[in-house]
């Protein structure tokens, strides 16, 4: 048994048909796969399990549950990383493409995805499981009050699946949220057709201000020059990622 530890974020998932439901979701093609805190295993149990599988890499920042992990699990595909994944450097794990996966801790999910948009041009696909709350924001679609900057950035680069919900009964301790699985699978862009480092400026400072136009939530990026795009009568909720592409190809024109 591992001690579960509030500020890891440490809900332990109990229900193996539940573990089975999750790791189904990522595809059998992929041959190296990286699982973020892997707490007691249930899975990696399970991902040990597929024949394609060359390399599994477990990062999980609790000492307790990587002693437990080196107790139970002896496989030579097996890598196990006691480490923060906010402070690794992919790169350097893994020579090249590779799928992620875990019930992630959920108070640092949002900053999980922005280093898998870090890292997009290595991840191929996620599994994920968040508060449901977050994962309703990810797929979100322009229009919703939910859809945000992470919804916007990350539907960019990949293609979003809501997959199911999770209730807190299946874990141990019950979280207080609802729970879900999303599944976010790299599509076929390879870059935008704009200033990448500057969509990001202006998706973030649009959202900044979410309720005001963004003639008026983007003024930073405008300047004195009387910009008149028609996107800049809307609100950021209401743009799609082209919408923001063209947006953003604009500003760098009157710049
Ligand atoms: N996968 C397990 C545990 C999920 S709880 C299960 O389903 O039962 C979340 C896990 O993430 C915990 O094991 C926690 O120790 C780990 N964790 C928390 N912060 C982390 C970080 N920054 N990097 C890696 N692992 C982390």
New binding site residues.
Partial sequence: M?R??KH???????DGNI?RK?TTCLDEKYTTVC??????????QLLLERNNLQQLTL????TE?VNYLHHHFADERLLILE??????EPEKLFPGNFALI???????SS??FFKVLENRNRISEVVA?IQKEVAERLTASPGSKTYGILSVLLQAWFHIDYCFTVNETV?FPPPKVKSAVIRLQRNSTNSLACDETLFFKVVKTAFGQRRKTLRNALKPFLKNRSANHSLLGKRAEQLSVSDFTELTRYISKIQ
């Avoid at 699982?35 to 990696?44: A, D, R, S």
């Avoid at 990062?59 to 609790?62: A, K, L, N």
């Avoid at 875990?102 to 640092?108: A, K, Q, R, T």
């Fill in positions: 591992v579960p530890k890891l974020g440490q809900h332990f998932l109990k573990a999750i699982e973020i805190g892997p707490g007691t295993g249930i899975l990696t990062i999980e920042i609790d549950s480490a923060d994944f906010l402070q690794c875990g019930n992630f801790p959920y108070n640092i900053q999980i499981m874990f």
